[in-house]
């Protein structure tokens, strides 16, 4: 029950949600691009990721010396439908 709670908050943030819908090409974005997309500060944005990575939504990738986000092909199939969902 308490994870649902935390994946219901997690997608009830317009902003967040506006972090799947970019991600949601299947593309890897920076902190700095998704910031720019959703015209919120690099330390929100930079929560909202955290928030998304650590409920296994968004896979972070380091390269460079940067770490790029974009969706977890590997996320729990409960979690993709209700994203899914959310997506449409």
Do not use: C
Request: proline share 2%.
């Amino acid at each position: 029950m308490k994870r649902w709670t935390q994946i219901f908050k997690a997608l009830a943030n317009i902003n967040r949600l506006a972090i799947l819908k970019l991600l949601s090409d299947n593309t890897e974005r920076h902190v700095t691009t998704i910031a720019s997309h959703i015209h919120v500060t690099l330390a929100g944005t930079s929560r909202h990721l955290r928030i998304l990575s650590n409920l296994y939504i968004l896979n972070e990738i380091g390269k460079d010396g940067h770490v790029f986000y974009s969706l977890n092909p590997k996320m729990p199939v409960d979690i993709r439908k209700v994203v899914d969902f959310f997506l449409k």
